[in-house]
């Protein structure tokens, strides 16, 4: 396994363009997280300009949390893109399993699009592997009874790398399952850190291709900033906590990474 | 009269599903304050996705701060199917009698829509209750010269709820005003408190029922904690006073909410 | 030439409304640092809505972020509006060179408006000026060998103020070219900073007329608030800075800002 530290150091080094078709409920938070854990984010939905941004990007980040008819149509031409560019597609696949329309707009994309990673909360992977889940609005009720199954279904279901975060944090490519213990409970206080950290697994899968490895130090960076945020005491609620958790991602040294890492 | 410290313990323990058809500038403010008063928000706009998302919601807060043709469509979508369902909808009418557009698609939710709560600023509430007042943009610039008789008035028209929220807070439902005191002066130096103050009415709402207990409780919830986030003399400005409002809301004790209350 | 103290005088008393048509990425921010310097900002961009309230508007600010076919339209026919009204339009040609539809809809805009300010970064406006630089995704990679250069000449090809934002910022109305020389490091770690600046741009211009003068008093008075911001030794990364810069922007002090200021 790479060391945490380095995969960081390569995304720092390499400051990857991540192109981001998102909501805009979560997307600046989305643009900051990006910088701050070493990236180069754009977001940019217009039929007209994706294909070409797309190519100048190291990976794709296609977020459903605000979808409509005109972006999905968008998100569609940049995922063939980025397929023929070799560039790799994150889908989060946010609500899905809530409506009818976000579920056949997931199902619609890794149909049309070859994903590299789906990411998603433990109710919707469980709804797209098919074991259950519950999803309201855009919040996970609940998961598979085993999540670690229904990552690991869904990977080989669909062949793709597949990472159900919460509390607890799976990743797996249908052979080898991760699991990441790092995280404060202040991230599930603050709207759309699960949509920052899809962008941050896009600029870890930028920088360091397509692997559990990689994506699995996206997630674990972030989480492990969440518990040196806290760590001073200083964090008082979800206000403070969002301020110091951009700082701490972006002060977040290689030798505390390592040092810190829970992972199984 | 219930306590204010009984309707917050409700929206904790029910963690209400509020869905917003609201503006691109405040969006994510308006979802992380929902999160802090203990509601779980949900945005959604497409025609296609609001009439399951409304069915699964305890509220449905329209704000026209950035209408299009798109979404004007999609809030009358909504309205008409939380009708159906009893889900409760609250209006923020953003910058009515500003320009026609605004105007007219008030009018028009109002007319098409039941609505339970409009809930706007003084200058909005006294356009709307035909009793003069100016907007400026999205800001308030004069009310009627007596706002709660504009108060009053819009709600025997409308047969609503109506809350016009500024220096001093009037909350009515034709019959009975109660006017609100609570408040900091900071919260009008940052965009959107207005529209954040409206998707806490609707958590209120949705876990509480419509009355005008219930919206006067949403309004002095962040109102109390804007005392409170200033009151360590930690408040510079409107940055910091925007990350301790968040943190003040998230840890309001019930006790305090019921001292601090100054409602008449 | 007039104190930037004077200028910041006026913005604040006079509270100019500065109408946005910008991108969904960091209008959040636009809006709180537009009140923060002293203006009154409204975001609309619906074809319907814009041209009356441009009309109530003392500058028009058009931001390409994330711009698409019916948010293009809109900027077109406000920026008309703003021409019939002598209201001022500022143009933030944002990632002008990365993709053809940028740069196609920063020509169009060009040649259909008469716009008043161009503001960039380096990449962006040496790209426009014809002299090399390049862009990717939103960000400047390089300018113009000679910056100054690019900017008199893209004020003299255009007949407008230019102004280059950057580690040093160059603003030119093709005779006068002022060089300034504050900022913090920090500016580049938030997403949205040059948004911001124009915004600000916006106020000054709306509230001080059109000038290389007003244009640099905005630009100084936010890159002047970002060394207070960090001057007390509490800024620990992008998070806190934000947070901060906002306070600094609104408590600063007009001899202060005359004091700092380093321009020639």
Redesign the interface.
Known sequence: MIPLSEMMSKVRGKCP?V?FIT???????C??MC??CGG???????A??VE??VG??SALVLNI??????TIESMLIAGKEANRRDVPVILDPV?VG?????TETAERILKEVKVSVIKGNHGEISVLAGLGGEV????SVSGAEDIAVAVKSLAQQTGTIVAATGPVDYVSDGKTTVVLKNGSKFMA????TGCMVSGVVGAYVGANGVSVDSVAAGISAVNIASEIAVSDGKV?????F???????V??LKGEDADRLLRRE
Chains 1, 2, 3 share one sequence.
């Open positions: 363009l192109h909501n805009y409920v979560t997307v600046n938070d643009a900051n910088i701050c180069s984010p754009v977001m940019t939905d217009a007209k300009d070409p941004m100048l990007a949390g605000t979808l409509n008819d005109r609500g809530a409506t009818p329309y976000r309201r609005g855009v919040d206080t603050v709207s759309g008082f609620g979800p206000g403070s969002r301020t110091k958790l951009f700082d701490a972006y002060n």
